[in-house]
């Protein structure tokens, strides 16, 4: 038996052993079972595990009165070069500082002026900050990317491919692997303090926020905005149409595929699948957010965010609730829910993000 054969079996072990227990625990009123922590995490890093590369740096130094300005890029993998942007302070009487990573959202890049801003702002803060442009967005999507045309380009070509040793994940957790590898890479700067390094992101960034951070240890402090929901709960209660809208165009795609009139539940769920795999259990938010406990965790939500339904949500933030209670670190997890709001950044986030890192990191 293969080694990967293996594999599925004790994922489908593991499926049965989870359903029986949530239809047991389901009848007796408590708290969904989740994957142990120590699978989850690994499982995770053995989806995306690809060959090493050196990340061959380089960048470029601007200053203003206030503020070192640095563009480079590194390399993720050996044929991807992830373009990033860093403001620190020019008045620090630190040696080492540290770091706040910031994310944008679909359809963004680092360039965008309110990813500038924020950058701007945390330097400010005696923080140096950076911003990388997620796969298939800013530089990384070439010059013609009229309505995000190489990110859905993309997602329909892992949805089409039929060779699992070819099979991409453009949809978030490729970018997942390049913050992975970012860290690496910011361990090497002898200007970065290896102890402290946050990670904040909007929106999709949010949610590579809450993929990559809770797996990785080297993250000290998150706030994922606008990002923590269930993607289990969104399909089970008719809830999935605003993260698809995200990508219209795919799931239009696979619809058509499938053989179907409209985008619907069933055809959401075999997109999600394929290019998601374990994003219905295992890699959902209310699982592998437990993974960041004990360490200081921001979740910032908008109650009538249509892209993250706050029911769904809520499943996420119970599930953190039970895992800092567990681990005695219950004051290190805040959990802010702006009334009567969609989906969208407020001022409010910022003020709440910056403190939380002020606090914290």
Request: one cysteine or more; aromatic letters at 10%; hydrophobic letters at 40%.
């Amino acid at each position: 038996m293969s080694v990967k054969s293996w594999f599925q079996i004790k994922h489908l072990l593991w499926l049965v052993i989870l359903l029986l227990t949530f239809q047991l625990k389901t009848v007796n009123g408590q708290s969904p079972v989740y994957f142990p922590e120590s699978k989850v995490e690994q499982d995770f890093r053995n989806l995306l595990a690809r060959p090493a590369a050196t990340p061959q740096p380089y960048s470029v130094t601007s200053i203003t009165d206030s503020v070192f300005i640095e563009k480079g890029y590194f390399h993720s993998e050996a044929k991807e070069k992830v373009p990033f942007l860093i403001n620190k302070p020019v008045f620090s009487k630190l040696k080492k500082l540290p770091v706040i990573i910031v994310l944008h959202g679909t359809g963004g890049s680092k360039d965008d002026k309110d990813i500038k801003d924020l950058l701007y702002h945390f330097s400010k803060l005696g923080f140096m900050a950076i911003a990388i442009d997620a796969r298939f967005h800013g530089e990384r999507a070439g010059t013609d990317n009229k309505n995000n045309r190489r990110y859905t380009e993309a997602i329909i070509e892992a949805w089409e491919n039929k060779d699992p040793k070819k099979q991409t994940h453009p949809f978030f957790f490729d970018t997942v692997y390049d913050l992975w590898k970012l860290t690496d890479y910011l361990l090497t700067r002898s200007d970065v303090e290896p102890s402290r390094i946050g990670m904040t992101g909007i929106s999709m960034g949010g949610i590579e926020t809450w993929m990559a951070a809770s797996v990785d240890k080297r993250i000290k402090v998150a706030v994922p905005i606008i990002a923590a929901q269930s993607f289990k709960w969104s399909l089970e209660n008719n809830r999935w149409q605003g993260r698809a809208g995200t990508i219209r165009a795919v799931h239009e795609k696979a619809a058509k595929d499938l053989g179907d009139t409209a985008v619907n539940t069933e055809n959401v769920k075999a997109l999600w699948n394929k290019i998601l795999p374990g994003i219905l259990d295992e890699f959902d938010c209310p699982s592998m957010i437990r993974l960041f406990a004990p360490r200081p965790l921001l979740l910032l939500s908008n109650a009538e965010d249509q892209n993250c339904p706050l029911p769904g949500a809520e499943i996420a933030f119970n599930a953190a609730k039970d895992a800092y209670r567990s681990k005695n670190a219950s004051a290190k997890l805040k959990i802010n829910i702006t009334p009567n709001e969609p989906h969208r950044f407020l001022p409010q986030h910022l003020k709440l993000t910056s403190e939380w890192f002020v606090q914290w990191l």
